[in-house]
């Protein structure tokens, strides 16, 4: 106050304009923006679907609210109190709206790309995992016969020696009876991984022209693949057909040959020995094919898959 007088007295900023105030308060509203939204946290991932997209922008559209606000009144109450109420001029709330206002902008550009991202982001988890889990539907019966075959061969398989000892016999046409088995489930099973793999695709891709471009190939290829898969089988029949001659032959033939010291068995009978070969060749001849199809099924799922990933690549992009 002055001296003599109640009066206050005038301070500087009574005089001095009000633009580089609010200038300076502008650009460190539209700076501290733009610093927060890099650090923003709390983006959540899309998954392609409408309802998915929206919740991603609802929580973009609080990344720059919130932040704005806090922003908006911080700055507004320091320009306040370092000009506008020394200068004795009203304002305040008018001028902290408008910098709320500059700080949403300053946020808005990365929170904006954070929530395309994230968006973009989410989507492409969501088709890669349910490709991936597609891919493992397709396969499951197969790789379970293969793993159990393995298993029944290396617990309950059939040798020369085990055929002479005692309960021999029955054990092989156990172990006969489980590759049939096996087979049979294996069979059954096929479709059902199938439609499996189908569902997979088709509940994930959210865009209905890419979701129709990937069933297409997948149903082109179902039908050369299915008819492979018979093949497969048929093989695997002839090798249990083959199992099951070649035990009977060397049990009804007993007398004539006897275990060696190499996992094999002497033969001393030309007629049952030529059989043997025979057999031998037979199924050599039987897994050569079967190793052809396998070859022709893994050329299929390359294509099939390649094309499917170009789709999938596509709508990621989009």
């Known amino acids: ?94 001028w902290s709206g408008w910098l709320m206002l500059a700080a949403a902008l300053g946020a808005a550009p990365m929170s904006v790309a954070n929530g395309m991202e994230a968006d973009r982001a989410g989507y492409e988890m969501r088709l890669k995992e349910a490709v991936s889990d597609a891919r493992i539907a397709a396969r499951r019966s197969e790789t379970d016969f293969y793993r159990r075959m393995h298993l029944l061969a290396r617990h309950q398989g059939f040798g020369i020696e085990a055929l002479r000892s005692s309960g021999g016999l029955e054990q092989a046409r156990k172990a006969i009876a489980g590759h049939k088995d096996l087979l049979a489930a294996a069979r059954g099973d096929y479709d059902k991984g199938q439609a499996e793999a189908r569902a997979a695709l088709a509940d994930v891709i959210a865009d209905e022209a890419d979701r129709e471009a990937v069933l297409v190939r997948f149903d082109t290829a179902q039908v050369k693949r299915k008819a492979l898969m018979e093949k497969v089988w048929a093989v695997h029949d002839r090798l249990v057909a083959l199992s099951e001659e070649e035990v009977n032959l060397l049990y009804a033939n007993r007398g004539r040959w006897r275990p060696n010291g190499y996992g094999g068995g002497t033969v001393s009978s030309m007629p049952l020995l030529n059989q043997l070969n025979r057999i031998g060749r037979d199924r050599r001849a039987a897994s050569s094919e079967h190793d052809q199809l396998y070859a022709e099924i893994a050329t299929l799922d390359q294509a099939t898959n390649a094309g499917i990933d170009r789709v999938i690549e596509a709508a990621i992009r989009d």
Request: charged residues 15%.
């Open 1 to 94: 106050m002055d001296k003599f007088t109640s009066r206050r007295r005038a301070t500087w900023q009574s005089k001095a304009p009000l633009w580089p105030f609010l200038a300076a308060a502008l650009a460190i509203a539209v700076a501290g923006g733009a610093l927060v939204s890099l650090y923003a946290s709390g983006v959540l991932l899309g998954d392609g679907t409408s309802g998915g997209r929206a919740v991603v922008w609802v929580k973009t559209a609080s990344n720059i609210i919130i932040p704005a606000l806090a922003i908006g009144a911080g700055v507004g109450a320091l320009l306040n109190g370092v000009f506008l109420s020394p200068a004795g001029r009203d304002g305040a709330l008018k």
